[in-house]
T-cell receptor, first 111, second 113 residues
């Protein structure tokens, strides 16, 4: 079993839908990252959080440390949101920014 | 502002040939530098990280090596490529802080034939 699990692995949505991607982890962590990988391969860091909730535009990330779970929400989804979304955690006591990655969620938003 | 450059974008190399991928960072000093590999259908795997010039930590035993000859330069190398070295390689940097985000290069898609 992977230390970081994402669900779903694949997600197809219609433009405008509210989208949720989930991440569960089995280790104690000091921080959790959400990353976006575009079809060309480039990766962009969306959020880094250690508690609570963060919002940036139409994206919202939440984390529940007790339940070892995080969610990434996209409101009013758009075809340009189509990408792979990756959850990654830094285990507590781990060296600087050594992250454990999930295998990603492939999101396709159809017009 | 900080930028990260990684090249080449794509590379096709025969088995047994050498490899050199280069990554440079601009606009920051003493960054932490990382090499990741993403194999098809698998998550990102940390290969090497460096917290300073000449300081390299290897995460997994493999056919690859890394060097940091200058503060903002990180090189991934192999003397003889294997078929299993094919994949998508990403360089990244972060500040030396527990809560610094990672900034990725655009990646190199390596195919070993």
């Amino acid at each position: 079993k992977n230390e970081v699990e994402q669900s779903p692995q694949n997600l197809t949505a219609q433009e405008g839908e509210f989208i949720t991607i989930n991440c569960s982890y089995s280790v104690g962590i000091s921080a959790l990252h959400w990353l976006q990988q575009h079809p060309g391969g480039g990766i962009v860091s969306l959020f880094m959080l250690s508690s609570g909730k963060k919002k940036h535009g139409r994206l919202i990330a939440t984390i529940n440390i007790q339940e070892k779970h995080s969610s990434l929400h996209i409101t009013a989804s758009h075809p340009r949101d189509s990408a792979v979304y990756i959850c990654a955690v830094r285990s507590r006591g781990g060296a600087t920014n050594k992250l454990i990655f999930g295998t990603g969620t492939l999101l396709a938003v159809q017009p | 502002s900080q930028t990260i450059h990684q090249w080449p974008a794509t590379l096709v190399q025969p088995v047994g040939s050498p490899l050199s991928l280069e990554c440079t960072v601009e606009g920051t000093s003493n960054p932490n530098l990382y090499w990741y590999r993403q194999a098809a259908g698998r998550g990102l795997q940390l290969l090497f990280y460096s917290v300073g010039i000449g300081q390299i930590s290897s995460e997994v035993p493999q056919n690859l090596s890394a060097s940091r000859p200058q503060d903002r330069q990180f090189i991934l190398s192999s003397k003889k490529l294997l078929l299993s070295d094919s994949g998508f390689y990403l360089c990244a940097w972060s500040e030396d802080s527990l809560f610094s985000p990672l900034h990725f290069g655009n990646g190199t898609r390596l195919t070993v034939t």
